[in-house]
């Protein structure tokens, strides 16, 4: 089980730069003093008077807690899965298209249980026999309406999985040619429900390995166009998650789905859509999730250069810690969440005062000076939201030490400022051309002090179908104050030699895997996963989960005598000293592990006799290279007084001045 609780990946559109001084629609510069100027900065102060929830900017007494949520709004999801006789048959990978589409609704609605218990999500079938009861729409079976996820919608999926009683329960797939506008319909009404009518966003995440539905009625056709246009203008979008028939027919969207699917406004391109093809269920389900959680941005902010021109910006967080979800306070009567509120009491009189009888004094010269909400408010502001861009540096400037902390990512908002995308894109394109980075003053909000940062620009990559890696933008790196960056004392370094140095990256060469962050997954968050899945779905077991982050102790052994090796140029035995393997291992351990796992020899180490060894005959290099307990043994075989806790550099320099060397 692998539950995600935070964006996997950001996809922006393409970026457009500014060929001249006008913008696409004729509309003369960006900002600047024109009338467009005007309605750009008094739209800044409606837009940064937002709820608190849909602002930028991180919660002073959590940093780690920035998971916001787009006005608080619901996010509504309407699964649509075809049932057409192909969806039933395998793929190449030996997978059913129909079974992988449930088994994407059940992950989302795991992931929807821990992560936003309050969206809604449904499944609907198209292409059945049988139809709902209702029965306003052929061949549109309504498997569970939106609804807030629950474990019984879980279950009733995976008992469907099971049984695989498609036919007795929806009467197996439609006779004759489906219609694809009915299921449209159905979701246009589904969507317009009073229920789920003030949701947040509203989507459709169709399956289908159908590219060209009604090829030969041209009438059904245009119906289903009308209908996906229908959709979006009432703000419904469609996501699709196709998958190849089998055979060796690829799916081609251009034959029919680019025609009703609508760009999303954060992600309006310009370009020719591109849809990835899903071959197996994990590449499906990687693409269901990562559209499963909306790019929310984490607020607006304009972009000042200068004194006369902004441009619009969108923030997002592209990277979020995931955590344990906070506790919820229950009555103890009815188990229904406790709401808490606070009152102002007069202290006098005992009533409840209202906001306007509340003043904020200060005292000044035996005079209680009062202060409004508004004053008390611009007493705090210091400088007005925003990013003003100061200047630019080389893009060496910037070093690695200066990443104290996740970097965000902004991107041009054209819904506040027209023709932001063009004049972000112009001056995103020269800073890459001049390989040059920007510094600006970031002030998220008004309450908030400023930040200085680093604006590393990023140029969109893709893959080789065309999908977007990487967006176009800027990574805005908070720089670190001046007593952040600290001067460390080491150590002296021990001396080694070219040897010394073959032998390390021998063994280095092996030992090193491909690592990927993604990969590795918070153990003790999944387990915790883990048993919440099995406490709502009343099992009795609960799902092994692996723990990835352990070292690869089978695969390490295959490469024992590299590191024997090595342990004898540096330590001079084949394991390394007692001190150093309990100072590495101390903190993690796996419970009856040994050494022996690793370097294959015994756990009871050889005692060495220093009385064996030629000290007289030793360089100062090889006097470094003894083992403590055969340094100590040399020590007190000549009664040289050293403290039994001492570290090696202290006993390798009485060593060597006992020697004069």
């Not at 003093?33 to 750009?40: A, F, Q, R, Y």
């Not at 506040?416 to 970031?442: C, N, P």
């Not at 035995?573 to 903190?587: F, H, I, L, R």
Request: net charge negative; proline share 5%; aromatic share 8%.
């Amino acid at each position: 089980m692998a539950v995600s609780t935070s964006t996997e990946s950001l996809s922006l559109g393409t970026i457009s730069s500014m060929d001249s001084n006008s913008s696409s629609d004729g509309s003369s510069g960006v900002g600047g003093s024109s009338s467009l100027m005007s309605e750009g900065t008094s739209m800044w102060d409606e837009l940064l008077e937002m709820d608190e929830s849909s602002a930028y900017g991180e919660v002073a007494e959590d940093p780690e807690q920035e998971v916001v949520k787009a006005h608080g709004q619901k996010d509504s999801i309407m699964f649509l899965v075809d049932c057409s006789p192909v969806m039933f048959v395998e793929n190449a990978s030996g997978e059913v298209p129909f079974d992988n589409a449930i088994k994407c609704a059940i992950a989302t609605l795991t992931d929807k249980i821990i992560s936003n218990e309050n969206d809604l999500v449904g499944v609907c079938l198209y292409g059945t026999r049988n139809k709902h009861e209702d029965g306003s729409f052929e061949g549109v079976y309504l498997l569970q309406g939106l609804e807030p996820p629950d474990a019984q919608k879980i279950l009733q999926l995976e008992a469907l999985l099971s049984t695989r009683d498609f036919e007795s329960s929806f009467g197996g797939s439609f006779e004759g040619e489906f219609p694809f506008a009915e299921a449209l319909w159905a979701m246009s009404s589904i969507f317009t429900g009073h229920a789920v009518a003030k949701a947040g966003t509203k989507r459709v995440f169709l399956f289908t390995n159908e590219d060209n539905p009604n090829a030969e009625q041209e009438g059904m056709r245009e119906r289903s166009i009308t209908r996906g246009r229908d959709l979006a203008q009432v703000h419904i979008s469609i996501e699709l998650f196709c998958m190849n028939k089998p055979g060796d027919h690829q799916f081609d969207p251009s034959l029919f789905y680019e025609q009703i699917i609508a760009v999303d406004e954060d992600e309006d391109s310009g370009e020719r859509l591109v849809l990835g093809v899903a071959a197996k269920f994990e590449e499906l389900q990687a693409r269901v999730r990562r559209k499963e959680f909306k790019k929310r941005a984490l607020g607006r902010i304009p972009l000042r250069i200068g004194t006369e021109l902004e441009v619009g910006l969108r923030i997002y967080n592209l990277q979020q810690r995931a955590s344990k979800g906070s506790y919820v306070l229950l009555d103890n009567q009815h188990n229904q969440p406790v709401r808490s509120s606070t009152r102002w009491l007069c202290e006098r009189t005992g009533t409840v005062l209202a906001p306007s009888q509340i003043a904020r004094t200060y005292p000044l010269g035996g005079v209680d000076l009062e202060f409004t909400t508004e004053e008390m408010a611009s007493i705090k502001a210091i400088d007005q939201p925003g990013l003003q861009l100061m200047g630019f540096k080389p893009r060496a400037a910037l070093k690695p030490y200066h990443n104290v902390r996740h970097a965000s990512f902004v991107y041009p908002d054209d819904t506040t400022v027209l023709g932001s995308s063009q004049a972000f894109g112009a001056l995103l394109e020269k800073m890459l051309e001049l390989d040059q980075i920007g510094v600006g003053r970031l002030t998220p909000r008004r309450n908030q002090a400023p930040r200085m940062v680093a604006l590393l620009p990023q140029r969109e990559t893709a893959d080789d179908d065309g999908t977007q890696l990487f967006p176009p933008g800027w990574h805005v790196i908070y720089l670190p104050f001046a007593d952040d960056i600290r001067t460390l004392e080491l150590p002296p370094s021990v001396p080694f030699d070219a040897e010394d140095v073959k032998t390390a990256k021998a063994m280095i060469k092996k030992l090193r895997i491909r690592f990927d962050s993604s990969r590795f997954e918070d153990p003790a968050l999944q387990r915790h996963y883990a048993n919440l899945q099995a406490l709502a779905l009343d099992r009795d077991d609960v799902e092994e989960v692996p723990d990835h982050t352990l070292p690869d102790l089978d695969g390490m052994a295959k490469y024992a005598e590299l590191m024997q090796a090595f342990n004898r140029r540096v330590f001079g035995s084949d394991e390394p000293p007692q001190s150093a393997a309990a100072t590495v291992g101390s903190k993690r351990r796996t419970p009856g592990a040994s050494s022996t796992l690793v370097t294959g020899a015994a756990s009871k180490r050889t005692k060495v006799d220093a009385g064996d060894i030629d000290w007289e005959k030793m360089s100062a290099a090889q006097v470094q290279k003894q083992t403590i307990p055969v340094l100590k043994e040399f020590l007190r075989s000549r009664k040289i007084r050293f403290d039994s806790g001492a570290r090696k550099a202290a006993l390798v320099e009485l060593a060597l001045q006992t020697l004069n060397l």
